[in-house]
């Protein structure tokens, strides 16, 4: 039985891609690439019809080359889901902001658009990122309400992803994968599957587990996060250096502070520990604390502004520029980004929004918003950096005579201000 089953997924006639974004897009590139027949799925017309003209939806290192080897091995993109046998579903999993659950809202309506046309026995694998217990708790009983057995007439996986948006290529082939199925044989087939681009080892357990690590990978380092920004809030009022005290406090073999920043952004660290709070409420203490100081660090900043200002007899806040409108260095994702956190605190004071500029945001995200670099700093007298892009450490000279806040600490001078 296995060894059909093996043979009969690798063999299987391609592989349908539901969900065409930062995780959907590298995932079904890096198939495609490695040989195997994909057809890319996104209910998104437009962002199919960029793809199939050969234009990418996002930037990132070495995802051009990626999709021109994805383009010569065949790699098709529709809006229409495919019959086949093998899926990854790869779709948003937001959070319910007042209750802090997972809203599973887009995973399930891609699940039943597959069980709508997926050959019987496919193998159904969800790469999103899902609160632990939501494939018990939303998922089965949706396909088990259409009289459909798993483990028989369908196979669910879960295969969450552990790519960094900034290196997301390398990571695709050198991170480990964590593969969790109801049926260890399916889990070895996807395993197989994976190993046409993952290099390294590749662990099979059960789907809950599978929900689990995920959820927990990413709220070891919002903590992580979280302690650095707090050391740094610390450090502030005795005035000690607190990079100083990291750089130190790392040289222990068992010490790995991170950096302290602006704020966590983005659709994962900055959204997973939710999941434990919202579905652990009283058990989940550190991790709520946690996002709470991370929270804390865009208005944090805000602090230092007003501090720099009054130290430097500057009144005119119109003067004062955010360079960096992304979540985080090199890439081009805005969600959750401090900049859009610490513009909505001051909306929410009712203060005249600060003059913004990201060399990776094209498009008109936020009022005051610069899309040339001079012309940003031509317009400001104190520069916030709270992005660390390659643009800014290549053209430091550019800050001069500019009063700088460094929340990246990234300028390596002692005549900037720092968190
Ligand atoms: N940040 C700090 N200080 C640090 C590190 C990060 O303030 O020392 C900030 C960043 O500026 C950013 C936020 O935290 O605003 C998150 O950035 P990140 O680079 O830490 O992580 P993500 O969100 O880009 O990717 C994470 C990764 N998870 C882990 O490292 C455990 C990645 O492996 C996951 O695949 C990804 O979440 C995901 O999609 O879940």
Same mark, same amino acid.
């Given at each position: 039985m296995a060894d059909n089953q093996d043979k009969e997924l690798i063999e299987m006639e391609f592989i349908n891609v539901i969900g065409l974004g930062y995780i959907g897009l590298p995932t079904s590139l890096m198939f495609a690439q490695s040989g195997i027949k994909v057809i890319g799925t996104d209910l998104n017309k437009s962002l199919v019809n960029s793809l199939a003209d050969g234009k990418l939806t996002f930037q990132e290192k070495g995802l051009e080359e990626l999709f021109q080897n994805a383009i010569s091995n065949g790699i098709e993109f529709s809006t229409d889901y495919q019959k086949t046998d093998t899926y990854i579903i790869a779709v948003p999993t937001p959070y +319910?902001?007042?209750?802090?659950? +997972?809203?599973p809202k887009y995973v399930i309506s891609a699940v039943k658009s597959v069980l709508d046309v997926c050959e019987p026995g496919a193998v159904i694998i969800i790469e999103s990122t899902v609160s632990p217990g939501s494939f018990d708790k939303y998922i089965r009983p949706e396909i088990e309400k259409q009289g459909i057995i798993i483990g028989k007439d369908v196979h669910l996986v879960h295969a969450p992803e552990r790519i960094i948006p900034g290196n997301m290529i390398y990571e695709l082939k050198n991170n480990s994968r964590t593969i969790g199925a109801d049926d260890p044989k399916i889990g070895n087939c996807v395993k197989k599957l994976y190993t046409h681009f993952c290099k390294a080892e590749i662990v099979i357990t059960d789907i809950r587990s599978a929900e689990m690590s995920k959820v927990v990978e990413n709220t070891y380092r919002d903590i992580n996060i979280a302690f650095a920004n707090e050391l740094a809030k610390i450090c502030r009022i005795d005035n000690i250096d607190v990079y100083e005290i990291i750089r130190i406090a790392n040289k222990h073999p068992r010490v790995n502070i991170l950096q302290p920043g602006p704020g966590v952004g983005g659709h994962c660290i900055s959204v997973d520990p939710w999941f434990l709070v919202g579905d652990y409420p009283g058990l989940a203490n550190i991790v709520l604390t946690a996002r709470k100081i991370n929270d804390s660090m865009p208005e944090y900043v805000l602090e230092r502004v007003y501090d720099i200002m009054q130290e430097r007899g500057m009144l005119d806040i119109s003067r004062v520029g955010l360079y960096?409108?992304?979540?985080?260095?090199?890439?081009?994702d805005i969600r959750e980004s401090p900049t859009l956190q610490l513009l909505e605190a001051m909306k929410k004071h009712l203060a005249p929004p600060l003059r913004v500029y990201d060399p990776f945001v094209k498009h008109d995200v936020v009022e005051n918003q610069y899309h040339d670099f001079d012309r940003f700093l031509e317009d400001v007298d104190l520069v916030v950096i709270m992005v660390s892009h390659d643009e800014i450490k290549e053209h430091m000279d550019k800050l001069e005579g500019k009063v700088v806040l460094d929340t990246k600490n990234i300028c390596g001078s002692d005549r900037v201000y720092k968190l």
């Open positions: +319910i902001k007042e209750s802090k659950k +997972i809203d960096g409108l992304t979540y985080k260095e090199n890439v081009d």
